[in-house]
Nanobody, 119 residues
């Protein structure tokens, strides 16, 4: 059974940093793209960043480029999202997701972790 468990969310002030973690278990993820999405109150879920588990190639939404960094630790089966220079508009529930490389949508989702940035 695949599980994605996020942690690391919290309440911070604008300009602060947070690191989110996503512990993945239940299968090997070498042919998966691991991603972070977020959903702000009253808005749809949006893409934040992703990383190809094996290749390490990354992609970011324009809104977070230069501020957020996605990475993975194969030994720990964990994906990270380092978030710097946080802004109030980054406030959202952040979700970890795993998408098989040939799938158009994520196959697995975590339960989400709340990030709140005060001004």
């Amino acid at each position: 059974q695949v599980q994605l468990v996020e942690s690391g969310g919290g309440l911070v002030q604008a300009g602060d940093s947070l690191r989110l973690s996503c512990a993945a278990s239940g299968r090997t993820f070498s042919n998966y793209v691991m991603g972070w999405f977020r959903q702000a109150p009253g808005k749809g879920r949006e893409f934040v960043a992703h990383i190809h588990w094996s290749r390490g190639s990354t992609s970011y939404a324009d809104s977070v480029k230069g501020r957020f960094t996605i990475s993975r630790d194969g030994a720990k089966n964990t994906v990270y999202l380092q978030m710097n220079s946080l802004k109030p508009e980054d406030t959202a529930v952040y979700y970890c997701a795993a998408r098989f490389v040939t799938s158009s949508e994520p196959n697995y989702w975590g339960q989400g972790t709340q990030v709140t940035v005060s001004s």
